[in-house]
């Protein structure tokens, strides 16, 4: 191993150090604020294996992180099972409409494709807006209580620091999941997509067949995101599957930079920090926070990684 490497493997496991502390080390508010980072930087990792390996800017990822909202909801609401099963389901049932969606979108690329997500992304956030006997439309689904994670488990994950617990866990294998998918095989073809997708396809790859695949596995993680979202708020609601959330792992991926495994996670970090911090000086916090995101995508177009890689001696 390198010293580059070791130094990134302390600089990890210190990481998860002081996230496993979190509870300790910081104010309830931040227990809330570290869940939801964990969870939207998920979210934002899973967007990101379309956009930084393969390649596909999709401007409709909040068609399956509401998917997996819903059924979380309505699992819990109506049958009430064990935690975890809800967001197995929750993050199957993304996949599937993923697979849909994907069959249709990945025909397309550039523009073409980012509008054509953009399209069924709205329609998903039609249909749970406008299918009031299930989704509850505007008013969403609230009211649901939350199981422990397997059968027979007293664990009250109601309690902030246990669902902090869990989500941290659940993201941390899922973030492993994804780092190992992109450093296999089927991940090193897809970043050759991203570079010349008709050079690969003169090299015998099924472009379209790998380019669903990744838009696949990325509506499942996206999907189980949301499935982790909806009990945190207590609520799904519409706006989960409204295009502006679509546009925030977007920006999460672009801050943290789209070329690091971890950047969409420090992009989360960053998204929020800022939302929050502006919100206690205005109301307008939407103007201030466009300002200072348009500063560091034009001055940093590498992301906020790229530029601790250039002061540490990456690449430049």
């Given at each position: 191993?390198?010293g ?7 600089t990890?496991?210190a990481?998860l150090?002081?996230l496993?502390?979190?509870p ?6 931040a227990?809330?604020?570290m869940?939801?980072?964990l969870i939207?930087g998920?979210?934002?990792?899973s ?17 399956y992180?509401?998917t997996?909202a819903?059924v ?9 099972p ?15 409409v ?5 069959w249709?979108?990945?025909r ?9 997500t953009?399209?069924?992304?709205m329609?998903?956030y039609?249909?749970?807006?406008q ?5 509850g439309?505007?008013d969403?689904?609230?009211?649901f ?27 941390a ?5 994804l780092?190992r ?8 073809i ?8 008709e050079?690969?396809?003169f090299a015998?790859?099924?472009?379209r067949r790998?380019?669903?695949?990744a838009?696949?596995?990325s509506?499942?993680f ?6 982790l979202?909806?009990p945190?708020?207590?609520i799904?609601v519409?706006?989960m599957a ?10 999460m991926t ?5 070329q ?5 996670f420090l992009?989360?970090?960053v ?7 502006i ?5 307008e916090?939407m103007?201030?926070?466009?300002v200072?995101?348009?500063?560091l ?7 906020l990684l ?6 540490l001696?990456?690449?430049?």
């Amino acid at each position: 191993m390198t010293g580059r490497g070791a130094a990134r493997r302390v600089t990890l496991l210190a990481l998860l150090a002081v996230l496993a502390a979190w509870p300790w080390l910081a104010p309830y508010f931040a227990i809330f604020l570290m869940t939801e980072i964990l969870i939207l930087g998920l979210f934002a990792a899973s967007f990101n294996l379309l956009f930084g390996y393969t390649g596909l800017l999709s401007f409709g990822h909040a068609a399956y992180f509401g998917t997996g909202a819903y059924v979380a909801a309505l699992l819990l609401r109506d049958m009430a099972p064990p935690f975890l099963a809800v967001l197995a389901a929750a993050a199957v049932g993304a996949a599937v409409v993923a697979l849909v969606i994907g069959w249709f979108s990945v025909r397309l690329t550039e523009v073409y494709f980012a509008m054509l997500t953009l399209a069924f992304g709205m329609m998903v956030y039609a249909l749970v807006h406008q299918w009031r006997g299930l989704t509850g439309g505007s008013d969403g689904v609230a009211g649901f209580p939350l199981t422990a994670p397997l059968p027979g488990v007293a664990v009250n994950i109601a309690d902030p620091v246990n669902y902090y617990y869990l989500t941290l866990i659940l993201v941390a294998v899922s973030a492993y999941v994804l780092h190992r998918i992109t450093v296999s095989p089927f991940g090193l073809i897809l970043r050759s997509l991203r570079e010349n997708s008709e050079r690969a396809s003169f090299a015998g790859v099924p472009v379209r067949r790998y380019r669903l695949a990744a838009f696949v596995v990325s509506g499942l993680f996206s999907g189980l995101a949301g499935a982790l979202f909806a009990p945190f708020n207590r609520i799904a609601v519409p706006e989960m599957a409204h295009w502006t959330q679509s546009a925030e792992p977007v920006l999460m991926t672009i801050l943290g930079g789209s070329q690091y495994f971890f950047g969409p996670f420090l992009g989360a970090g960053v998204f929020l920090l800022l939302r929050q911090w502006i919100t206690s000086y205005t109301q307008e916090w939407m103007f201030f926070l466009g300002v200072i995101l348009a500063f560091l995508v034009v001055f940093l177009p590498r992301g906020l990684l790229g530029l601790f890689d250039r002061w540490l001696g990456g690449r430049s």
